[in-house]
């Protein structure tokens, strides 16, 4: 059996335990948290990560040249819609919060601000982002089209089992776990990693089910999704591991807090980087894992 591993990490400003961006805006997770942390983790462990990279970040100069000096790793876009053209809605987006699900927008602007993102990714780097997601997990069949028709190869917007409606959202309850071609095998979505509840007496919400995450989820019950999915797959497994680039930075995000939550953040990594390991799994990102099925149809 074949055993892929990808980690997806939405890169975005500082924000605070409420999620406002910071206010003044600030971008300390990028240069302390990616550059000094996070990076040189997954290159001791061997770990490709994929970066999927807002508007706010894109627009911040040093930012842009950090996350140029990486190897061993992809860039991709992240769209919060709220901070691009077209109908740009926050031209400093200090203070603000990002609360749009892209795939509410009409046709005209969702296709626009995708459109935009794009052409900003390839004036920052040179070339055309590959991999996409969408801010709240808000894509739907008509970004999926948006997506192939920009030249997208990859979509990791997807989270299977959840229901988002309840907020204004797409509900991905029964889409599959693994990745699966749409559009016609142009663009290939890789959903995020996420099983059934954690307890079948909690509330339908986002939290209380289980993801392959650090920052919501134990080392016990991360090893025992794995080895779960593992269990129910025939010929190939890809795991896709998400959280946010801010999370590494206390108070920067509604999960770590303290200098005792991220040394608990990092050891969960750790701790799954290695039972990985241990199993055999291929770490890509999402470039590779496309192009890995490109070679097999």
């Known amino acids: 059996m074949k055993k892929y591993f990808c980690i997806t990490i939405d890169v975005e400003p500082d924000c605070s335990t409420n999620w406002l961006r910071s206010d003044p805006l600030t971008f300390h997770n990028i240069e302390a948290g990616i550059g000094k942390i996070l990076h040189p983790l997954f290159l001791d462990n061997g770990i490709k990560p994929t970066y999927l990279i807002s508007p706010e970040v894109l627009k911040h100069n040093q930012s842009v040249r950090i996350l140029k000096e990486l190897t061993n790793c992809e860039l991709g876009s992240h769209l919060h819609a709220e901070y691009i053209e077209p109908e740009l809605k926050h031209e400093n987006p200090a203070g603000t919060r990002s609360s749009e699900f892209p795939c509410n927008l009409s046709d005209e602007f969702e296709f626009g601000k995708i459109k935009s993102i794009t052409e900003l990714f390839n004036k920052c780097f040179g070339y055309h982002p590959r991999s996409y997601r969408a801010a709240r997990f808000g894509a739907d069949s008509e970004t999926f089209r948006f ?28 889409f599959p776990e693994q990745p699966y071609w749409i559009e016609e095998h142009k663009l290939l979505e890789v959903p995020v990693t996420i099983g059934s509840k954690r307890f079948i007496l909690l509330p339908d919400k986002w939290f209380c089910y289980k993801w392959l995450r650090p920052s919501i989820m134990t080392c016990f019950e991360m090893r025992r999704l794995i080895n779960k999915l ?15 680039s801010m999370e590494i ?9 303290s200098e005792t939550g991220r040394t608990r953040f990092l050891k969960k990594l750790k701790y799954v980087f290695e039972h990985l390991k241990s199993m055999n799994f291929i770490s890509m990102t999402l470039a590779e894992i496309y192009d890995d099925r490109i070679r097999q149809i």
């Not at 930075?249 to 807090?257: E, G, H, Q």
């Open 230 to 244: 593992i269990a129910k797959a025939e010929n190939s497994v890809v795991l896709n591991m998400m959280f946010h």
């Open 147 to 174: 997506l192939a028709e920009l030249g997208y190869n990859i979509d990791t917007s997807v989270t299977p089992n959840i229901n988002w409606q309840s907020k204004g959202g797409p509900d991905f309850i029964g």
């Open 249 to 257: 930075i206390p108070k920067a995000s509604p999960y770590v807090k």
